[in-house]
């Protein structure tokens, strides 16, 4: 090769390395190690902002005695026959916990897994570029099926693409399939509603807007692999997700060395708020959660608490190191012991308290699989005790656990029987979108996500991914955007002012019981 060619290529990529190595050192800092000079930032602070105290107040008055019932949309069954896998990006994904493989779709494609026959030829027709063909049977099928949001995106991106109009792209990496398809399918529909509501009102700037989706499963290396797909994909000008704390932080560094905005809607983990100039996050923190949670906690009276953790899962992890920290200041004496993904702890907990009287509540940090399975161990081992758990147990699928749950308190920022914000307007029109369905926190978050960026498109002075995130900077507690339960303003630290809602399970309902300021 030619020196003068050579020498070029050589320096970029020394410079290349170098950059991403301070990269790494600055994207993603732990919990009490400093951050280095460099790498302090309006979006990267030299210390955490002061958590403000912690306020618990009584649920205002409901304005009907009708409370609407808790539905949930099943997650459509696989098909009987061999899925269609769209076009792997060159980075190959990465299987992992022994679900289906994922296909990270090419950067025009919707992601293809696990579709029953009629939802596959959709998706093969608009992959196809064959957007008549797609726009027609995605009708047909979303007749009968108006909760399918996936397949309400993919009619929406053909209608666009059969017009021809220049149109504005967004990216959402989610689970699609595996073991956490039901939160992929909450937020599908929080992204679709905010984006049908802006495309029938005209657009941004007259401009619609098409949603790219990819399946990262709630998979670390998938949600990296997403990343650098987005990443590559020029046309899209900011993502939603990663959705866990996991593959948000895993992710956050590829996000930021690419210089795309990501938001996640329900992520938490604390790290994220020093991830970069980048990353923003929706929900409040662990460490919020943990001190709401301790309080909670101390004003039932409960002072011997096992804690259980899975030290490999971030949410998990950050949750529980946040209550411990909130509850041993209020003088609750705390035991934690680990978890592994899908397995019950050892030892069981309550017998580490060998002097009387033995635990009288337990505090389970993980999802809903987690509370559900752990919850039903303590049951049988015979003992019955208050639960307690964070913003990720919350959804109509910790009900399936039955009795073992019954009294359990969990925090989140959305539930559809709460009375606040706009809570009450945005329940009654997803209802109507979804035929009659109702909404969880998670499809507010991501609703209230989507508003977000587009209102950010809407602000920004050039419409590129720079003008995205200079757009966003101007969120502030004086400019703030639309939310249901609070208005969207970030500070350095994340989203500021959004309550927590205090959730129980009463009788094999969610009920919410007030808020946490």
Known sequence: MNLRVLVPIIVIAIAAYFGWQQHQACAIQLPGVPIPATCQSARNPPAPPTTPPVVVTPPPPSPSSVTPPPVTVPPTPPAA?????ASPPATPPVSSGGYPEASLSAPEVIVSVNLRPERAAIVKAYEAKN?????????????????????????????QKLVGGAVLTIGLSL???????????????????????????????????????????????????????????????????PQNSSSAVAAASIYNLGKLIHISPVATDDRLAQAGAYTYRLFPPSSVQGKALAKLVQKDGRVRVPLYYNPDDAFSKSLADAFETAAMALSISVVKFEFKSGAIPEPAGFDVFTDSPEPDAAFISGDYNDVSRIAQAIQAQGHKVPLYAGSAAYGQEILKAGASVDGLTMVSVFHNTANFGDIPSFVRAFQKRYGGGTPNARAMQAYDTTRTLLEALRRATTTTREGVRAALETFTTAKPGPGVTSKVAFNS?????????????????????????
């Open 131 to 159: 957007y008549a063909d797609a726009l027609g049977l995605a009708g047909t099928w979303l007749n009968s099926r108006p909760t399918d949001a996936l397949m309400s995106l993919v009619k929406n991106n053909a209608e």
């Open 493 to 517: 630290g994340g989203i500021v002012g959004r309550p927590l809602v205090i959730i129980k399970v009463e009788s094999g309902k969610l009920e919410a019981k007030g808020t946490v300021q």
């Open 175 to 241: 689970p699609t399939s595996g073991k956490n398809v039901q939160t992929g399918e909450a937020i599908l529909q929080g992204v679709n509603m905010a984006i049908a509501e802006a495309n029938s009102s005209g657009g941004i700037k007259g401009r619609k807007v098409i949603v790219n989706v990819l399946n990262d499963q709630n998979d670390r290396t998938l949600a990296v692999t997403a990343a650098s797909s987005f990443i590559a994909d020029k046309d899209v000008l900011a993502v939603i997700g």
């Open 81 to 85: 026959t061999p899925p269609v896998i």
